[in-house]
């Protein structure tokens, strides 16, 4: 009986092996594929703002200079063609009073042409803007030292140089046969002779 029993377990043993090896073979579960980055597209910055409105100039110019001056309002126009020109010719005598007039006012001009010693005077009186945040470093850089410190005025910068004037001394060699180490030697070696004048003029570029 014992000996029928085990051979009753041995087949249902061998039976159970032969069932299992006949069960179909379990389906792998796919392992998903990452999905592939996909590159945010670039953003396009946003263009600048386009200028609009009127520029008043005002001038002292003579007749002669005012081509160079038609030229550069010519090329900004180009560049910025919704920004209007309304340019306005006072004589030098005539510009500083009627400037100060206007501004006290609120009225007058976006821009003047004028002397850089107006300047100090105008920025007490809060007739000229502090533009220090209107011009980039990088501009700047561009433009003679000498000349921006014309423009400079308690930490402000109250304009922007258009063109150098300096003071020029002609040396006589005549009198003063070598060039002088500096300005001073030199103005002191024309002053100790009587021979002849050396004459100073003023020099713009």
């Known amino acids: 009986m014992q000996k029928k029993l085990w051979t009753v377990i041995s087949v249902l043993l061998i039976l159970g092996m032969v069932l299992a090896g006949c069960r179909p073979a379990a389906t792998p579960t796919p392992t998903p594929r990452p999905k592939p980055t996909e590159p945010k597209p670039t953003e396009t910055p946003p263009p600048p703002p386009r200028l609009t409105g009127t520029v008043t100039l005002w001038h002292a110019w003579k007749e002669t200079e005012i081509p160079a001056l038609t ?44 002397a850089a010693d107006w300047g100090p005077a105008f920025y007490d009186a809060e007739l000229v803007a502090d533009v220090s945040g209107m011009a980039s470093s990088e501009f700047l850089s561009t433009i003679n030292e000498a000349a921006l410190g014309a423009v400079r005025y308690r930490g402000a910068l109250i304009g922007l140089p258009q063109t150098i004037k300096g003071v020029v001394m002609f040396r006589n060699k005549e009198i003063i046969p070598e060039a002088p180490a500096t300005w001073w030697v030199q103005t002191w070696s024309a002053g100790s002779s009587s021979r002849q004048p050396i004459w100073t003029t003023l020099a713009g570029s």
């Open 71 to 114: 030229d550069v309002i010519a090329a900004f126009s180009a560049a910025n063609p919704d920004v209007a020109f309304d340019v306005l010719y006072v004589p030098f005598d005539d510009l500083r009073g009627k400037y100060e007039t206007a501004a006290a006012t609120g009225e007058g001009p976006t821009v003047l042409i004028g």
